[in-house]
């Protein structure tokens, strides 16, 4: 008997259904009650609370901001991502190959590789960030800066903090937090649905990237997130171990949270986002690039080589 939940034998495209499903479910509960939570203890308008876009919550107190952020990761990605692997695997933990903590050696790959995938990303992010609609499209363009600095105004009043327990709870918030939901979401649930539905790896990997990128709304951060998110999906094909993607997504998003703490306190004068940009930057493109290749194929190789001692030990 196969050792699955009530809804492991559906058709891919069925488990994908059920997946928004649950999502939208989780939304409708978890945001209203949250925000009612917090409306009690703070004494606001609940109906305002319950309203709320970017723009309003941009305006408010850095505490609600903070409730936020977190409630919305919890409703979106963490709280469906588990019930979703528990109806499909029964085991959350078995189903999003969770169970064993990876190598060591395969921690530190998946670990250099964000940063020596940092030059492309910037290199991305420069030219997507300069890009122009043609002007039929000028309403829509101004809509997506319009968007677009809304989520930089918010993620600028996370960031801007002066006290090292801020800074700690950033790391939490921006790191913890949407490294296990959204790899939990995208490359365990997204992923696995994808590839047994066509049959292809690649394509689940790039589609579950570009939904990935999409879903953070942020148009003209789109490709570098979009390589990203390629990026991790390829380590959770390589290592076949979730905690490689979430531990590589926590270090991508504490460092950035790190350095700009140190930076906006004056501890440092480096500026991330120019790694891999101005004089010297097709060679330390190219570098990053073949250092990428590289480390995957290391990457690759690992559960190889740990699959094999196993059965060296087991016939001794």
């Known amino acids: 008997m196969e050792n699955k939940g009530i809804a492991g034998n559906l058709h891919p495209s069925a488990q994908l259904a059920l997946l928004l499903v649950i999502i939208i479910v989780a939304v409708l509960v978890i945001m209203p009650l949250g925000m009612l939570v917090f409306a009690l203890i703070n004494g606001a308008d609940v109906r305002e609370l319950l309203a709320a876009d970017s723009e309003f919550i941009a305006s408010q107190d850095l505490n609600f901001m903070r409730f936020s952020q977190i409630l919305g990761h919890v409703g979106l990605f963490l709280v469906p991502s588990l019930v979703f692997g528990w109806l499909i ?5 078995r189903y999003y190959q969770a169970k064993k903590w990876p190598v060591w050696r395969a921690i530190i790959m998946s670990v250099l590789l964000v940063f020596a995938a940092l030059p492309i ?14 002007a039929a499209l000028s309403g829509v363009e101004e809509w997506m800066r319009a968007s677009e600095d809304s989520a930089k105004k918010i993620t600028q009043r996370f960031l801007q903090v002066e006290t090292w327990q801020a800074w700690l709870f950033n790391i939490f918030m921006i790191a913890i937090i949407p490294a296990v939901g959204e790899e939990l979401i ?13 049959g292809s790896i690649h394509l689940a990997v790039w589609v579950s990237a570009f939904i990935f990128s999409a879903i953070h709304m942020q148009f003209f951060g789109f490709l570098p997130r979009l390589f990203l998110g390629a990026i991790l ?6 290592s076949g171990n979730i ?27 480096l500026d991330i986002e120019n790694v891999g940009l101005g004089q010297w930057a097709l060679p330390m493109d190219a570098v990053s690039l073949i250092l990428v290749v590289v480390l995957f194929r290391v990457l690759y190789r690992i559960p190889q080589k740990e699959s094999s001692k196993l059965s060296s030990d087991v016939s001794e």
């Open 89 to 93: 695997g029964l085991s959350p933990a």
């Open 233 to 238: 999906g390829y380590m959770m094909v390589y």
């Open 186 to 198: 995208f490359r365990g649930a997204l992923q696995n649905v994808f590839k047994r539905w066509s």
């Open 243 to 269: 905690w490689i993607p979430i531990l590589a997504h926590f270090v991508n998003n504490a460092a950035a949270v790190t350095i700009h703490f140190l930076h906006h306190n004056n501890y440092i004068h």
């Open 121 to 134: 990303v910037n290199l991305l992010m420069e030219f997507n960030s300069g890009m122009q609609l043609p």
